[in-house]
């Protein structure tokens, strides 16, 4: 491990530093990262001020993942230097950014599941065992900051709040003087949020510099005093957010107006399509979620969507409602049709389309071609892909290149692999597989999680006017904004159990997020 | 020396060699490495320690190139499975049949030769006790060793740092690499430990079991070590009664065949093979038991982004 | 110094030939020295080990014989790799296919004419079949791990085939060896050239081939496979069953397998014995693999270990060193081609600068 000094003074202060003669806690200069051809970064600067709360503002694939590892040591820059309280860092490793204090909350949670609290902890501070001192330190710390975490616990058990949680008194316990945050209210509630922000403003008044990676606007106005936004890998503005709108912000990170969704629609409501009667599924395995008395009628003609916190039987909605787990008769009917006992497949000749909530894996075979990828979800008598038991593949790329015209999905010439696209095209193209179907009902989960804002856009333009034309549309969605821009009505899943949907118009944010947490208020009660 | 007493005695026999493979292997399981390559790095052990022994008629010299050549096997799956990332499975076949084919190799002109027994070691006071004293406690080396590798390891497992470690990268490497941890450097040296384990347990059969060099000798034992990992649910006290469990077997087939009870013995000889298949359905009947011990990341190919 | 490891993109038929022609390439330098250690003069091992079974007439015909039981086997076990399905029980999955196969002509030596042999091979098939369901069926129902249920089923099947061939099935003409009576007349394959030992189940191999390349390419149930191969859930999300899948491409290997044991007891052997393989469906693991699981490929592989069988005798005759080292040079020839595997998906680089270097720039 190897420090340098700062040379001069020009290196550390850059032209928009906020205060001058303070070292800033982090100065990161002209950042290059390339992955074999493709260009993450692109003469990217960075500067956070000591206590700073510090917005990373970009859309996904602008490079902010990339930015960060840098810093966090997880990757190397192939150009540009990182200075760390005004002394140049040479070397970088996640052990090295760690012992300066560089700790990271990550959004694809990295705590070890099999594992207890205390033990997930005592892996990130050197030397120590998971025994009973460093338990008592865990809820010494968690006192002082009001996070509720219990050290003998195993992470299996824990909901997602209380995992993030963890791997936040994690970082605290690391006397962190540059805390990352990667997108950490995507699986918090609104006022499980504001109980973070609190946590956040106190440790900024501290001395700990946060850099605050998100795409949600308005916690940025509310939060940060310093934003840095990127496009494609290049540094696009460093600005103060307080003095940007969110309509500002946002023309700033997609490079562009960004297209608002035609305002009021007509909801014709029509004879009910899809009906969920009281079902309810056991847990499945040991990591799942189990769902009670679930019932919901969806209209032909109509968006409803379920909003919720992840992890709260959402997943296995979806499973249940595609056939991927059984339920049984009596409790799912598609068009009066009882279509509990059938498997997926029956139940797509059935008129159902599906779009899960995984990508890659899951909704595709990143291995296989756009146009072998088709044949997954349409190798039905009346595709025209399958024949005798032998597969018309030249029928099924001629159906892929329809889609990717009528998606405008980009990918490479010819019949490229799925996973070869980006995320936004090959959702475009997973979602156009099923549209394209015209199906009676369809059930998409997460229709538009990690794609760039103008695939987004396609795709929630593209489910409304499925519904228009008269198909009925469930969509299960993390994202507040997309349930409010796009459901005629909106239910909330919590622990399980899922509300009466209510028209849009009568909904608030605040009252989601009460319900989001309807589920923990009923256990306290009892 | 009355017959329970003689049966015990080559029970622990049978169960030692077991209980060494199996004990390694679950190291290198917990840190996420599934090394299918056992019963090649076994019988490479076996034919090492005995040539050892043979040529220069020291027993230690025996055990120790057992166990170097289990090491020396175990660094070449790690080599293809841990640090070019190929498929585990694949990996770990090729090393047994590589293993099988060399100690067939190595082996042609020892066979029918006389063999070095390892010495019985009676432990002080404790070798006295009736029954369980002749039995365990005045025995060869590696048998006491395998004693204190069942404790040891599930010390080390539950106890240290470095075992925390360890079950950390085999259930989330991604992770552990985050926090800075080396996660292909830990898995090879839970790799090497397996084959040094593997290695001695063949050495157990050349110079105890069967003080003699045949081919073929380790019979599958190496395969049903991997399944005592499995039987044992990752646990290192389980895969103690596994082994004995499937040592029990073993020796009393031996019994019953000599006894003759009018079945062929080649009903006897399968016995173990059966049980083996029996056990594993028995045990995986219940998914969520197997699933709550299953190492996360077992054999999945990790590959460091940089 | 370390090695730094990334995933390449997509893979090709053309990198997927050039590495298996790398694999062999690499063995057969290793093999060279393999044969230097054994104190033996390199070129002439490898000459007689790879060249000599392919420079006679007689020679030639043995290839053909050896090939066929490995690639009819490495078929089936392709298909179960493709859908990741660890099948390497195919040991006992042939064992039992030769002795169910042989049962019309044990039990019922006067039984001749046109239907015995086709009987013999269906029985054959039907074994092999059957002794592939027990691991699939307990894959299924029980979830219980193949790689290890089907080992110990093949131990236990060669543990059959000793019982069988010592005790009830033992030729009471035979002295007392351990054999069962020779199969005579229609219980034979017919000779596709009188004079050779090239037996006319060479075809069944030779229409296989293009067969298993047919399903796995174009048919719905080949591609299903290779989706549940390749991603399981995704494969449920499509409507395949991976139970179905499972019993599948263990009945259909099992099948294969069955069929080249009765076709080397027909065809090559004549009789039951207490060992009826030179560890075929072992062997055929490895020709799986270097044939990249796909039937041509298989073909192919299946004809490259072929030549190590009859190039270790030939090299035990000239130059004196074990047949034993087939073996050791098979099992080096899997790790050749899964390395090389590993290296045409992943870009691999040898990093020789500190971790860590100083970034480039200012």
Redesign the interface.
């Not at chain 3, 090695?3 to 995933?7: A, H, K, Q, R």
């Not at chain 3, 449920?236 to 409507?239: D, L, P, S, T, Y």
């Given at each position: 491990m190897t420090v340098e000094s700062a040379t001069s003074a020009e290196t550390t202060t850059g032209a928009d530093a906020p205060a001058k003669g303070l070292a800033p806690r982090v100065a990161m200069r002209a950042i290059a990262k390339s992955f074999g051809s493709v260009r993450a970064l692109t003469g990217v600067d960075l500067t956070v001020m000591p206590g700073e709360i510090h917005a990373l503002l970009g859309e996904n694939g602008a490079g902010k993942s990339t930015l960060v590892k840098i810093l966090y040591g997880a990757l190397k820059p192939d150009s540009g230097s990182v200075e760390f309280d005004g002394e140049r860092i040479a070397d970088v490793s996640p052990a090295a950014a760690r012992s300066r204090g560089i700790v990271m909350v990550f959004q694809h949670f990295s705590l070890f599941e099999a594992l207890s609290v205390a033990e997930n902890i005592a892996l990130a501070l050197p030397g120590r065992r998971a025994d009973t001192a460093l338990s008592e330190e865990i809820r010494t710390i968690s006192r002082r900051y009001g996070l509720a975490v219990e050290p003998e616990a195993s992470v299996a058990e824990l909901d997602v709040g209380a995992r993030q949680r963890v791997e936040l008194l994690r970082c605290l316990m690391q006397d962190p003087r540059l805390l990352i945050l990667d997108e950490p209210t995507s699986v918090l509630t609104p006022q499980e949020a504001d109980k973070l922000f609190e946590v956040l403003r106190r440790l900024s008044a501290e001395g700990c510099s946060i850099l605050y990676i998100t795409h949600r606007l308005e916690e940025v106005r509310q939060l940060c005093s310093g934003a840095t936004i990127l496009r494609r890998g290049a540094f696009i503005a460093h600005v103060d957010p307080k003095a940007e709108t969110v309509a500002s912000l946002a023309r700033a990170m997609v490079g562009s107006d960004v297209p608002v969704i035609a305002e009021e629609r007509v909801s014709e409501r029509s004879e009910i399509a899809l009906s969920v009667r009281d079902l309810s599924l056991p847990r499945p395995g040991l990591f799942g979620v189990a769902l009670k008395d679930v019932s919901l009628d969806l209209h032909a003609g109509e968006i409803v969507a379920i909003a919720g916190v992840a992890g709260n039987g959402q997943r296995e909605l979806f499973d249940a409602l595609s056939g991927e787990q059984p339920v049984g008769s009596g409790v799912l009917f598609l068009d009066e049709v009882d279509i509990g006992t059938r498997g997926i497949a029956a139940r797509r000749r059935a008129g159902l389309a599906l779009v899960p909530e995984e990508r890659n894996g899951h909704a595709a075979v990143p291995g296989l071609a756009l146009g072998e990828n088709i044949v997954l979800t349409r190798h039905g008598r009346t595709d025209g892909t399958v024949g005798n038991g032998v597969v018309r593949f030249s029928a099924a790329r001629r159906l892929a290149a329809r889609i990717r015209e009528a998606f405008d999905v980009r990918a490479g010439e010819g019949d490229p692999p799925a996973g070869s696209l980006s995320g936004g095209n090959l959702q475009k193209f997973v979602v156009g597989r099923e549209i394209d179907r015209k199906p009676r009902v369809l059930v998409v989960n997460q229709p538009t999680w990690g794609v760039d804002a103008r695939a987004a856009n396609e795709i929630r333009a593209a489910l409304i006017a499925l519904a228009r034309q008269g198909s009925a549309v469930l969509v299960i969605s993390q994202d507040l904004d997309e349930v409010f821009d796009i459901a005629d009505r909106i239910a909330v899943m919590a622990d399980g159990r899922l509300s009466e949907p209510q028209p849009r118009h009568d909904m608030t944010r605040e009252a989601v997020g009460r319900l989001m947490t309807a589920g923990e208020e009923a256990e306290d009660a009892a | 020396m009355d017959l329970t007493e003689a049966v015990l005695i080559t029970i622990v026999t049978a169960s030692t060699p077991l209980l060494l493979a199996a004990i390694g292997e679950l190291v290198v399981e917990r840190a996420g490495v599934l090394n299918l390559g056992v019963e090649g790095m076994m019988i490479v052990g076996a034919v090492a320690a005995f040539a050892a022994a043979y040529g220069t008629g020291s027993a230690t010299l025996g055990i120790l190139s057992g166990a170097l050549a289990g090491v020396a096997l175990s660094l070449l799956f790690a080599l293809f499975a841990v640090l070019i990332a190929t498929n585990q499975v694949a990996t770990g076949l090729a090393l047994t049949l590589f293993g099988l084919g060399l100690a067939g190799l190595i082996g042609e002109p020892f066979v029918g030769k006389p063999g070095l027994r390892l010495d019985a070691l009676p432990i002080p006071g404790l070798s006295a006790i009736p029954v369980i004293g002749p039995a365990f406690f005045t025995r060869d080396v590696l048998v006491y060793l395998s004693f204190i590798l069942v404790v040891g390891v599930s010390l080390f497992l539950a106890r240290s740092r470095a075992g925390l470690v360890l079950r950390a990268v085999g259930e989330n490497p991604e992770a552990a690499q985050n926090l800075g941890y080396r996660v292909r450097l830990i898995r090879i040296a839970a790799v090497a430990f397996g084959g040094a384990c593997s290695g001695l347990a063949g050495a157990h059969l050349s110079l105890a079991y069967t003080p003699q060099w045949a081919e073929g000798m380790t019979g599958g034992r190496g395969w049903i070590a991997l399944a005592l990992v499995v039987f044992a649910t990752w646990m290192p006290s389980r895969v103690f009664l596994g082994a004995y469990f499937f040592g029990a077997i073993a020796i009393l087939q031996l019994h019953a065949q000599a006894v003759g009870l009018g079945l062929p013995s080649q009903a006897m000889t399968a016995l173990p093979y059966i049980a083996t298949i029996i056990a594993l359905v028995l045990l995986s009947r219940d998914a969520i038991l197997l699933r709550r011990h299953t190492p996360a990341a077992l054999g999945r190919p990790y590959v460091p982004v940089r | 110094m370390r090695?730094?490891?990334?995933?390449r993109?997509?893979r090709g038929l053309l990198l997927d030939t050039l590495s298996a022609l790398v694999a062999l390439a690499v063995t057969v330098a290793i093999a060279g020295l393999i044969f230097a250690a054994?104190g033996a003069d390199p070129l002439a091992g490898l000459h007689a080990f790879f060249l000599s079974p392919l420079l006679d007439a007689w020679s030639l015909q043995e290839v053909a014989v050896k090939a066929a039981p490995l690639i009819l086997i490495g078929l089936g076990l392709s298909l179960c790799y493709r859908a990741n399905v660890?099948n390497?029980g195919a040991e006992g999955q042939f064992t039992a296919g030769a002795l169910l196969g042989s049962v019309p002509a044990v039990l019922f030596p006067d039984w001749q004419g046109p239907l015995v042999l086709p009987a013999m091979l269906i029985l054959g098939m039907v074994g092999g079949m059957a002794y592939a369901a027990i691991p699939a069926f307990?894959k299924v129902r029980?979830?219980?791990?193949e790689?290890?249920?089907s080992?110990?089923?093949a131990?236990?099947a060669l543990?059959?085939l000793?019982?069988l061939v010592r005790?009830p099935w033992r030729d009471p003409m035979g002295f007392n060896f351990p054999e069962s009576r020779l199969f005579t007349g229609d219980q034979r394959l017919l000779r596709l050239v009188e004079g050779t030992r090239l037996h006319a189940g060479l075809l069944l191999v030779v229409a296989a081939v293009p067969l298993v390349w047919f399903v796995t390419r174009?048919?719905?149930?080949g591609?299903s496979l290779?989706?549940i191969g390749?991603?399981p859930?995704?494969g449920?999300?499509?409507?395949f069953?991976r139970a179905r899948i499972t019993y599948a491409v263990f009945a259909a290997c099992g099948a294969l397998a069955g069929l080249a044991g009765i076709l080397e007891i027909a065809g090559t052997v004549g009789q039951l014995r207490p060992v009826i393989s030179p560890g075929y469906g072992?062997?055929a693991?490895?020709v799986a693999?270097l044939g990249r699981l796909s039937p041509l490929g298989v073909a192919m592989a299946g004809l490259v270990l072929a030549v190590s069988y009859i190039g270790a005798e030939a090299a035990q005759v000239s130059i004196g060193v074990?047949d034993?080292?087939?073996?050791?040079?098979?099992?080096?020839l899997?790790?050749s081609v899964?390395?090389c595997?590993?290296?045409a998906r992943?870009r691999?680089r040898l990093v020789t600068t500190p971790?860590?270097a100083?970034?480039?720039?200012?």
């Open positions: - | - | 090695l730094e490891v990334s995933l993109g997509e054994l660890w390497i307990l029980f979830r219980a791990n790689i290890l249920t080992l110990m089923l131990y236990v543990l059959v000793d019982y005790g174009y048919t719905l149930a591609f290779r989706v390749e991603a859930r995704a449920a999300f499509a409507g069953s072992f062997a693991i490895i693999f074990s034993k080292v087939a073996r050791v040079i098979q099992g080096t899997l790790f899964l390395a595997d590993a290296l992943y691999l971790a860590g100083p970034a480039a720039g200012e």
